[in-house]
């Protein structure tokens, strides 16, 4: 469901450019089937680039786990490359409770991100924001710990939604549920 996510947030953002102008975003994942999306990313021809776990560390789940590598991937090193041209602007890890011991299970990829600090970042040369909507407190300093966050602004938003409602009503049969659902 995430890499469907991040499929339609690209499609939402290149859509927002407007014809004849640059594709604003691309996708990147380990299944990529066109080699030239990562080399365009990589030259810095997209503002926004969404790539997942598994492509920045180089491995699919648990089975493929690699032992701590001193050295990163191709992708890890090429990105490195832009940050020492300061092409590269901020790094967000975005359902980030999926590096805690708490919540890692999801995605195996995301308790291997510490790669991000270690290689691509080690002085704070680039920023690191962590972002997800489902952390106690426990899950963020654990976010906090496994992706070496200097000093970070931790932001806790209420889960209240005005905009929402929450109805229950009894069954009366489909078309009547229906035209419920559709008047409401």
């Known amino acids: ?16 450019a407007g014809e004849g102008r640059a594709e604003l975003a691309a996708f990147l994942g380990s299944a990529q089937s066109d080699p030239s999306v990562q080399e365009r990313a990589l030259r810095g021809e997209f503002a926004v680039l969404y790539v997942t776990p598994e492509k920045l560390v180089g491995f699919v789940d648990d089975d493929d786990l690699p032992k701590k590598s001193t050295e990163p991937t191709y992708f890890v090193r090429r990105l490195r490359e832009m940050v020492e041209a300061k ?9 980030a409770h999926c590096v805690s011991q708490w919540g890692h299970d999801f995605r195996a990829a995301y308790r291997a991100l510490d790669a991000l600090r270690l290689h691509l ?4 040369e680039v920023p690191l924001m962590a972002l997800t909507a ?19 602004f931790i ?7 005005p905009n929402l409602r929450v109805r229950v009503a009894k069954r009366r049969g489909a078309e009547t549920d229906l035209k419920t659902v559709a008047d409401a």
């Open 155 to 161: 932001a806790v938003n209420s889960c209240d939604r």
């Open 121 to 124: 970042a080690p002085n704070g």
């Open 87 to 95: 092409t590269l602007g901020l790094v967000a890890v975005d359902e």
């Open 1 to 16: 469901p995430l890499v469907s996510l991040m499929q339609d947030q690209v499609t939402h953002l290149n859509n927002t």
């Open 134 to 152: 489902t952390a106690v407190g426990a899950v963020r300093s654990d976010i906090a710990s496994v992706l070496a966050l200097r000093d970070p």
